[in-house]
């Protein structure tokens, strides 16, 4: 069978202030009326349905995900002691998949991507499938790229090796590639058989525990220490244990940047990670003006390509401004350059230092 495993443990600090602590960005309703994490469960369904789906997320986001999900099976939700990287997840997700259906296949997908074409997305998710049950393979995902972008890892693809799934084309991995230069992302594009990597990844639970034996057998241990507590009264004390125990390592450095066995299945599906502000206001609808408006109170004047979120009933005033964010909540108010959001990154680590700042998180 096709299982789901979302992983929803990230801490969306580049959305802060609306991103915070107790509700990061996979909870939040960045696009219409359901969350990133309900989006993404909604878009899987007629594939995976919700008996088959499970989501990974720190422990005190368990009840938040019961509450958004109700139709997953509580046991189907994990918390994360400690966040460690996705290796640790995937492994524990696998490991309990298989214990309930050793001939699993399962997609491992990010709680906070948009897909503006789910059906096409689907049909891509249906031929990696497809790749991954046929034998021990690892399948990811590739976005078709559109432009040079500096803010994505790339995968390079065999030009000379191509199969096809589901009638979708499947390549053979070469290489994955860090994040690039504008001048090397414009040679990526150019030679065309470079596509970005989205995070999402499709096999066996079989094959991915057999690739962490061969590549990450410190993980690999914890995974065999943890088995005989699955599905008993000490399952969670086990997990906890897991986690504590597991180093923090993402999948594709320890495992798909190291195994042989690595295909890709290409999409264009209007997929985006939704890295920052400027990416929510990059994919929202503007007026006349290319201001993207989330505001009961506002008025404006000689002002463009701003991007204003408040809640609150103030009124916000803006005048004579260009390439703004103005995101309001309770408690703070973020006014940045939209071409410089990534930044706000940094904000949060400047208000973790100081303890008077850290409510605000």
Same mark, same amino acid.
């Given at each position: 069978?096709?299982?789901?495993?979302?992983?929803?443990?990230g801490?969306?600090t580049?959305?802060?202030?609306?991103?915070?602590?107790?509700?990061?960005?996979?909870?939040?309703?960045?696009f219409?009326d359901?969350t #990133?994490?309900?989006?993404?469960?909604?878009?899987?369904?007629?594939?995976?349905?919700?008996?088959?789906?499970? !989501?990974?997320?720190?422990?005190?986001?368990?009840?938040?995900v019961?509450?958004?999900?109700?139709?997953?099976?509580?046991?189907?939700?994990?918390?994360?002691?400690?966040?460690?990287? /996705?290796?640790?997840?995937v492994?524990?997700?696998?490991?309990?998949?298989?214990?309930?259906?050793?001939?699993?296949t399962?997609?491992?997908?990010?709680?906070?991507?948009?897909?503006?074409h789910?059906?096409?997305?689907?049909?891509?998710?249906?031929?990696?499938?497809?790749?991954?049950?046929?034998?021990?393979n690892?399948?990811t995902?590739?976005?078709?790229p559109?432009?040079?972008?500096?803010?994505?890892?790339?995968?390079?693809?065999?030009?000379?090796?191509?199969e #096809?799934h589901?009638?979708?084309? !499947?390549?053979k991995?070469?290489q994955?590639r860090?994040?690039?230069?504008l001048?090397?992302?414009?040679?990526?594009?150019?030679?065309?058989?470079?596509?970005?990597?989205?995070?999402?990844?499709?096999?066996?639970?079989?094959?991915?525990?057999?690739?962490?034996?061969?590549?990450?057998?410190?993980?690999?241990e914890q995974?065999?220490?943890? @088995?005989?507590?699955?599905?008993?009264?000490?399952?969670?004390?086990?997990i906890?244990?897991?986690y504590h125990a597991?180093?923090?390592?993402?999948?594709?450095?320890g495992? #798909?940047?190291?195994?042989?066995?690595?295909? !890709?299945?290409?999409?264009?599906?209007?997929w985006?990670?939704?890295?920052?502000?400027?990416a929510?206001?990059?994919?929202?609808?503007?007026?006349?003006?290319g201001?993207v408006?989330?505001a009961?109170?506002? /008025?404006i004047?000689?002002?463009k390509?701003?991007?204003?979120?408040?809640?609150?009933?103030k #009124?916000?005033?803006?005048?004579?401004?260009?390439?703004?964010?103005?995101?309001?909540?309770?408690? @703070?108010?973020? !006014?940045?350059?939209?071409?410089?959001?990534?930044?706000?990154?940094?904000?949060?680590n400047?208000?973790?230092?100081?303890?008077?700042?850290?409510?605000?998180?």
């Amino acid at each position: 069978m096709f299982y789901a495993v979302i992983m929803a443990g990230g801490s969306g600090t580049r959305f802060w202030p609306k991103s915070t602590k107790k509700h990061p960005k996979q909870f939040l309703n960045l696009f219409g009326d359901q969350t #990133m994490l309900q989006t993404t469960a909604d878009r899987i369904k007629e594939l995976i349905p919700a008996e088959r789906l499970w !989501v990974i997320t720190n422990d005190r986001y368990v009840d938040l995900v019961n509450k958004q999900l109700p139709e997953v099976p509580p046991k189907n939700i994990i918390g994360e002691a400690v966040a460690k990287n /996705t290796a640790p997840c995937v492994a524990l997700a696998a490991a309990l998949i298989q214990e309930e259906d050793p001939d699993a296949t399962l997609a491992v997908l990010p709680a906070d991507h948009l897909v503006r074409h789910p059906e096409k997305f689907r049909k891509v998710l249906k031929a990696a499938n497809a790749k991954a049950r046929e034998g021990n393979n690892l399948v990811t995902i590739g976005i078709e790229p559109n432009r040079p972008e500096t803010g994505y890892g790339y995968i390079e693809f065999d030009t000379e090796q191509s199969e #096809m799934h589901e009638q979708k084309e !499947v390549r053979k991995v070469k290489q994955f590639r860090e994040k690039p230069d504008l001048q090397t992302a414009r040679q990526f594009i150019s030679s065309g058989n470079f596509l970005w990597n989205s995070g999402m990844f499709v096999w066996s639970a079989t094959t991915i525990l057999d690739e962490f034996k061969k590549h990450l057998p410190e993980i690999s241990e914890q995974i065999d220490a943890l @088995a005989p507590a699955i599905g008993s009264e000490k399952q969670k004390e086990a997990i906890d244990q897991f986690y504590h125990a597991c180093p923090s390592i993402s999948i594709d450095y320890g495992i #798909m940047e190291q195994s042989e066995s690595v295909y !890709v299945v290409p999409g264009s599906f209007g997929w985006s990670d939704v890295g920052s502000w400027n990416a929510v206001y990059d994919l929202r609808e503007k007026d006349n003006n290319g201001n993207v408006i989330e505001a009961e109170h506002i /008025t404006i004047t000689k002002s463009k390509n701003n991007l204003v979120q408040s809640n609150s009933d103030k #009124m916000i005033a803006l005048v004579g401004v260009e390439d703004l964010a103005v995101v309001e909540t309770d408690q @703070a108010i973020l !006014v940045c350059n939209l071409n410089e959001a990534q930044g706000v990154k940094q904000i949060v680590n400047q208000l973790k230092e100081e303890d008077k700042n850290k409510k605000y998180l």
